[in-house]
């Protein structure tokens, strides 16, 4: 049993890192989801203490990246609706342009929803080259902290195992 668990927790985790990057996907969330059935069904200190310094670093992650992008849109004045048209136009974009369609659906959809409301089309350029750098940045921290979540895993497993 701790073997099965063991392994459907590692996928779990390894899709939970792609979660931050693929925002359809519920990365930390997930993470620590899958962290904690692992500590409930491993029991002991062990597993306790994998969920808690996984679920601290994940929470730590999704502050930091929610807070480092908020700050940055908010000081260029970018609405969150500007960010949500281009996460539609992505999800969109990713059934209708394989492998790089969530991306070029993001950047396009984001870009259009800036040119409407700036109705300028070097504004609407530089409004959203800030986005994307702060949705980047936020993702690249999340991911960073599901890993380090990852690596709190494994070494978990090894002293379990």
């Not at 792609?18 to 620590?32: E, K, R």
């Amino acid at each position: 049993m701790d073997v099965t668990v063991s392994v459907i927790a590692g996928i779990l985790l390894v899709v939970a890192a792609l979660g931050t990057v693929f925002p359809i996907l519920p990365g930390s969330m997930l993470a620590i989801g899958a962290l904690l059935v692992w500590a409930l069904v491993i029991g002991g200190w062990n597993g306790w203490l994998v969920f808690i310094i996984g679920a601290v670093v994940c929470g730590v992650g999704m502050f930091a990246s929610t807070i480092l992008a908020g700050t940055r849109l908010k000081k260029r004045e970018i609405p969150n609706s500007s960010i949500l048209v281009g996460a539609l136009c992505g999800f969109v974009g990713m059934f209708l342009i394989p492998v790089v369609g969530l991306p070029v659906g993001f950047v396009l959809g984001l870009y259009g929803s800036e040119w409407l409301r700036l109705r300028d089309m070097k504004l609407a350029v530089q409004a959203s080259v800030v986005a994307i750098k702060a949705v980047g940045l936020g993702m690249i921290v999340e991911f960073l902290c599901v890993c380090l979540a990852i690596a709190t895993f494994v070494v978990g497993l090894i002293v379990h195992f």
